[in-house]
């Protein structure tokens, strides 16, 4: 059993990486330090727009006089692709006309925003003195007539925002200024804009959690000066976190990270930490360096040793650690990896990512610490790492992750509409495609071909009930290794099923679940179907029996789950299965 002198020196540790964890998050909030958008001393005023209750006024900036002009914004007639101020004052859909001369707007080099509590609002548009077609080309600003802009989560923007008549929405990071002369400005909870925000002629929405550096001037909204800082991306950052499993332990780790928002120079990062009771230490050193900041194209590598597992699908580590910290319940499984990749991501359009690598590692393998603590666990055990697989297989396969070394191709590709914030409320879908390939001529020990393939409908009957359906599957050519195959049963599969009890190299698996939230609460109940077939070396047939439950669930708030299902076969010691989830399968 764990000893009283193992109890305190585990708690010891716990209450150690805490604060430690507590203070580096501290230091990490606190330590950077945001620093305004400065112009270049290089900059001269190009032209202005100004609006002061209902009328609006245009001036061009020469080098030895000013051109002005002021009309009534009930004069101004705004076209599909011109806006006419006046006879001699026309916003074209690429340049502003003005007494016969044009002033393009990708001379256009940045913009400052003045206001007055009164309403009146002016933009000041800047241009270099010595101006060229290359030095434009790499300024980042992204400019429109008429169509709509919208900057999707995680695309970033070097440069200025500026749409004349179209609407512009934002939930991704803009670097300087949004600006639209005659649409609608919106930003997303996701959204960063380091700069100021006007509409002169319409309104701008603001969703709750954005993060403005600037101020907003818009009197359609009486959101004038409204001010939210948060914290810079651009810096160094130190981390702390602690987990918690049947192999490693506690484990603490500490992480560095550097993060140039230009995406000019490459991302690094590294992190080293120690497992208390593997006493194995654990490191990670990474690079990546943005290729193409429009389609987010990014080549990265790392080097690491790693406590791994297959089933970073099922749960995440978070909610992994409160089951083996309260009722000594570690729902993975796991082994050692030691090596590096080297990897390719593309993100072309926001909800679609597509990744390649090369992966070499060693694997080793770890027993598991039967004999951790857990705060509601009494006298019970954690149970072995893989202790579900059967025992002469997995005696082999233990000797197996010892002696071997795994290099693999990997591709994926996915999909998901589904926005974090909203939970479920909005009908989405989500896909995944994925290919893994192992052979000697990567210098492997294994030859397998892997595939996965996932899709998922989430939709919204009405306010209240919603229909979730999800379809996953995995098939296989070669010989996987025990640390590459499917398992079917129990949390996030089929959840009237002891966890992990089926094992395979194929498999299908469906869940259909249908949620309905009580008026006024965060409480919701929910009835669902899972099913699922698998096979181990063997091709999926008519034979294989379709394993199948049913039950029923109750929601708090979408962040915690108790279902109890009840298998469809006639096996025995068939009794319902309860699980408690801090995350939804689908």
């Not at 960063?192 to 319409?202: E, F, N, Q, Y």
């Not at 091709?539 to 915690?560: E, H, M, N, P, R």
């Amino acid at each position: 059993m764990f000893g009283r002198d193992n109890i305190q020196a585990w708690l010891l540790s716990l209450l150690v990486s805490s604060l430690l964890s507590l203070f580096f998050t501290t230091c990490d909030a606190s330590a950077v330090e945001y620093k305004d958008y400065k112009s270049s001393k290089t900059q001269v005023d190009y032209f202005s727009i100004a609006v002061d209750n209902n009328r609006f006024t245009l001036s061009v900036f020469e080098e030895k006089r000013t051109i002005t002009a002021v009309v009534d914004r009930a004069d101004i007639v705004v076209g599909t692709d011109r806006v006419e101020l006046s006879d001699d004052a026309v916003l074209e859909e690429d340049a502003l006309l003005m007494d016969g001369v044009r002033y393009p707007y990708d001379r256009i080099y940045g913009s400052k925003l003045f206001g007055t509590e009164e309403g009146k609002r002016e933009i000041l548009f800047t241009r270099k003195t010595s101006d060229s077609k290359a030095s434009r080309s790499r300024r980042g600003n992204l400019i429109s007539f008429a169509d709509k802009i919208v900057v999707q989560e995680g695309e970033f923007i070097r440069g200025l925002v500026l749409s004349i008549t179209g609407d512009i929405e934002i939930y991704g990071e803009i670097n300087q200024d949004v600006v639209t002369l005659f649409g609608e400005v919106y930003v997303g909870t996701s959204a960063v804009i380091r700069g100021d925000i006007t509409s002169l002629a319409k309104g701008v929405e603001l969703a709750r959690d954005a993060s403005i550096y600037g101020e907003v001037y818009s009197d359609k909204k009486k959101k004038f000066g409204r001010r939210k800082f948060a914290r810079d991306k651009n810096a160094f950052s130190l981390d702390g976190d602690c987990n918690y499993n049947r192999v490693d332990g506690a484990s603490l780790t500490f992480t560095g990270s550097y993060k140039d928002i230009d995406s000019l120079l490459p991302s690094l990062w590294a992190s080293a930490g120690y497992g208390f009771a593997s006493e194995r230490w654990r490191y990670e050193f990474g690079i990546e360096q943005t290729l193409l900041r429009a389609g987010r194209l990014g080549i990265g590598a790392r080097f690491y040793r790693q406590l791994a597992s297959g089933d970073d699908w099922l749960l995440s580590d978070n909610e992994n650690m409160v089951f083996t910290l309260l009722v000594t319940e570690d729902f993975k499984d796991y082994y050692e990896a030691e090596g590096g990749s080297v990897y390719l991501n593309f993100s072309p359009w926001q909800p679609l990512k597509f990744e390649a690598a090369y992966t070499q590692e060693e694997t080793m393998w770890l027993e598991a610490h039967n004999h951790l603590w857990s705060l509601f666990g009494g006298d019970k055990l954690f149970g072995d790492n893989f202790g579900r697989v059967p025992q002469t297989y997995r005696e082999a396969s233990i000797l197996e992750i010892d002696s071997t070394t795994n290099a693999f191709l990997t591709a994926s590709l996915s999909y998901n509409s589904r926005k974090a914030d909203e939970g479920y409320s909005n009908s989405s879908w989500a896909a995944s495609a994925s290919f893994e390939w192992s052979n000697d001529d990567l210098q492997s020990d294994f030859d397998y071909r892997r595939y996965q393939i996932h899709a998922a409908r989430y939709q919204k009957v009405n306010r209240r009930a919603t229909f979730m359906l999800s379809g996953r599957a995995g098939f296989s050519d070669g010989y996987l290794p025990m640390y590459k195959r499917y398992y079917l049963g129990g949390l996030g599969t089929l959840r009237g099923y002891y966890h992990k009890e089926q094992m395979g190299s194929r498999f299908w698996m469906a869940n259909a679940e249908y949620k309905v939230d009580f008026p006024g609460s965060d409480l919701g109940i929910s009835v669902f179907w899972d099913g699922g077939q698998i096979a181990n070396d063997t091709k999926l047939s008519g034979d294989i029996d379709v394993k199948q439950d049913v039950g029923f669930g109750i929601y708090i708030d979408d962040d915690f789950i108790v279902t109890l299902a009840k298998r469809m076969d006639s096996a025995e010691n068939d009794n319902p299965k309860i699980y408690v989830r801090f995350d939804n399968i689908f």
